[in-house]
Nanobody, 117 residues
Framework: QVQLVESGGGLVQAGGSLRLSCVAS????????MAWYRQAPGKQRELVAD???????NYADSVVGRFTISGDVLKSTVYLQMNNLKPEDTGVYYC???????????WGQGTQVTVSS
């Protein structure tokens, strides 16, 4: 099993910044990628940003230029620097991990991000 622990959420005013952290532990072998997803109230969970073991990165269009994913998948740690936050960024942010050539994937417990206008 793999455990993912997120930290760094909180309440911030629009235009502010937060930095999320995710550390994986347990059977952390053959990791393929790690990612951040978010889920706003009443909405589906959506991908925010991901990074694979080759450091290829993708962002949702809505966060390009404002959010930066960093870290090292091979060291099972990723971060999400969120700048110029907007009220629509409010939601629970989840860390995600999947393995190479395996259907196994894992989710963290989530951390709340609230952006006030």
């Amino acid at each position: 099993q793999v455990q993912l622990v997120e930290s760094g959420g909180g309440l911030v005013q629009a235009g502010g910044s937060l930095r999320l952290s995710c550390v994986a532990s347990g059977n952390i072998f053959r990791i393929n990628s790690m990612a951040w997803y978010r889920q706003a109230p009443g909405k589906q969970r959506e991908l925010v940003a991901d990074m694979d073991r080759s450091r290829r990165i993708n962002y949702a269009d809505s966060v390009v230029g404002r959010f930066t994913i960093s870290g090292d998948v091979l060291k099972s740690t990723v971060y999400l620097q969120m700048n110029n936050l907007k009220p629509e960024d409010t939601g629970v942010y989840y860390c995600y991990l999947d393995r190479l050539q395996s259907p196994d994937d894992y989710w963290g417990q989530g951390t709340q991000v609230t952006v006030s206008s």
